[in-house]
């Protein structure tokens, strides 16, 4: 599955107010990547950071959901989730460059 495929699917199941869909989705992403977070935190507290089976497909899981609210944020914005990934790699690729990758700011 590419990238347009995946985001095309993501539209069918995406169930939400569209008069709220900026919220909704800003909050979505910012809940699912706690999620994310949550599982980390909890490898540290019970599994002594050690990342087994289990909960390595779990934040597979996780990191989809993660995958889905982006997909449709970008959507919302009227870019492909090919154009958010080409931006990104553009960008780092441009801060590698100038020697600016290690830190911090929006405009490097
Ligand atoms: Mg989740």
Known sequence: MDFDEYQK?????????????DEYLALGLASEAGEYA???KKTIRDKGGIIGESEREARKYELGDVMWYIARSA???GYSLEEI???????????QRKGTINGSGDNR
Request: proline fraction near 3%; aromatic fraction near 4%.
């Open 75 to 77: 959507d919302q914005l």
């Open 9 to 21: 699917e993501t539209a069918k199941t995406a169930i939400y107010p569209k008069e709220r869909e």
């Open 38 to 40: 949550g599982r980390v």
């Open 85 to 95: 990934a080409v931006a990104n790699i553009e960008k780092l690729r441009e801060r």
